[in-house]
C-alpha cells in the first residue's frame, strides 16, 4: 500500500539530496514527490511503497516527521476535465481531499494518487 509522509524541513541546499539517499539506501521506493520553501521552511510530501520504514529512517537522520497516511490511486482519462469530474465525485460521497499528485501521464491516461479522509468511501466512487 502507498503511504504518504508529510516533512517539516529547513530551506537547505542538498536537503532532497539526502532524503533520496536515505530512503534510497533503505529499498524505500518514493513513488512521487512534492516540495515547497518559503521563508526558509519547507514541506515535502513523499508518497512512497513504504511508509513506516520511510518515516523511520527520516526520523532516524533528524528530519521532522509531520504525519504518516495510507493514500489511494486512481487512473482517469487524460482529458480536460476528468480530475473535476472525479474530484467531484469524492466530494459528493463526502470525501475530503488533502493532497493530489499526478503520478504518470500517457497511452490516453492520467494516474492519481490522493490523500482523502475517508479511503473506503473514496474506493466506492
Not at 524505500?28 to 511508509?51: E, F, K, M, P, R
Not at 491516461?109 to 466506492?124: G, H, I, K, S, Y
Request: aromatic share 4%; with cysteine; proline share 2%.
Amino acid at each position: 500500500m502507498l503511504e504518504e509522509i508529510v516533512l517539516a524541513i529547513d530551506d537547505e541546499p542538498g536537503t532532497l539530496a539526502v532524503i533520496g539517499e536515505l530512503l534510497g539506501a533503505s529499498g524505500v521506493n518514493i513513488h512521487t514527490l512534492s516540495a515547497t520553501t518559503y521563508n526558509g521552511q519547507g514541506v515535502v510530501h513523499l508518497v512512497c511503497d513504504d511508509g513506516d520504514e520511510a518515516a523511520e529512517v527520516l526520523q532516524a537522520n533528524n528530519f521532522k516527521v509531520e504525519t504518516t497516511r495510507p493514500v489511494m490511486t486512481a487512473t482517469l482519462d487524460d482529458q480536460p476535465g476528468e480530475m473535476g469530474k472525479y474530484c467531484r465525485k469524492l466530494t459528493d460521497a463526502g470525501v475530503t481531499i488533502s493532497a493530489a499528485y499526478v503520478t504518470r501521464k500517457g497511452g490516453g491516461e492520467t494516474e492519481m494518487v490522493f490523500a482523502v479522509d475517508d479511503l473506503q468511501a473514496a474506493r466506492e466512487v
